[in-house]
């Protein structure tokens, strides 16, 4: 059954009535473009069809009460008193987009539903940016304000830095917010414009999940974070954006070797991202792969935030035949890769590599082919 007749018929279930509607919003997959959104640069992601789903009422009073099939859990909550987060739960999602929709002057009304996702939680995926989108909609829906794609993305960026304590960049949430079926997004992480393109004729994006979870990669993250803006204090600019491979060829001797690699992943990392643009537009996949592989060594080398696992998926995935470029997606440290595949090839594809990283590793994978789906959305029942 799909996810959203899932939570229409529990939402029947438990009000005894059809829900008012169901609102989605989909996890992301990164083509190209790594750490380089806090650096004010480019991304490539696509929205993937795996997504988090309400099914909701208004209410007449300012109290949210959310059902988590999920979870097995059942909280609510009043709008103008919020529960401050202690250790994130779920709920606590909720409560940190309804804080930062009020801090930036929505008027909040209360809604009741069931919400459930299939994004793979930890796993590179942005299950956190999914449920942020969703419920954000799920305001959107009983409150009556003007839907803006980058503005709820900032606003949602907003309670996972703020709310949550998580410093991540505003990728996740702009792809979730605004992706677009069939295509990718490049998105300038500066001015939030957003453009897309499809994927080169006759190719297909697959997900390869390690099937090993991220350990204290918020710490190593915000580590990341830190040294970029270290090596943009020393250039004397805004972000690691203005700074070209020109530029950095004739100073960067200058910078320590630790902060020098940083530096070099995210210079090289933003030029690959707007080659893949143009060799996307070109329906060139060969050079599309080539930069992807390249993307993953600049951030197993000189970014170093990948894995054992991650390598050796990778590593199956770029020997195969039927593959045209690899790499890690999302923060690293376990989690997916994503591959461009040639689409007629695709299921001999998923059988070879998943032997072949058992062979590596001893682990099974999660292959699995997506489609690019929409942004947050509002289906009605
Ligand atoms: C995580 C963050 C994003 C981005 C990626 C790395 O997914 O949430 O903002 O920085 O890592 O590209």
Redesign the pocket.
Known sequence: MSLSKTVRQAFKAEFREPPACIVRAPGRV?LI??????NDGF?FPMAIERATFIALRPRADNKVLAISLDMDDRREFALDALPSPTETEWIDYLVGVAWSLQERGYNLRGWEGVVSGDVPIGS?L?SS?ALELVVARAFFEVSGFVWDAAAMALACQAAENEWLG?K?????QMISAAGVRDRALLIDCRSLEATSAPLPPDTVLVILDTNTRRGLVDSA?NERRAQCEAAARHFGVRALRDVDSELFAQREEELEPLMRARARHVITENERTLRARDAMNAGDAATLGHLMIASHFSLRDDFEVSSPALDAIVACANADAACYGARMT???FGGCAVALVKADQVEQFVARVGDCYQDATGNESIITVTGASRGAETLYP
């Open positions: 990164n473009g790594e750490h380089t959104d806090y991304v590179g942005s940016a998580v991540c960049g505003i990728m996740d993250y999302g923060a690293g």
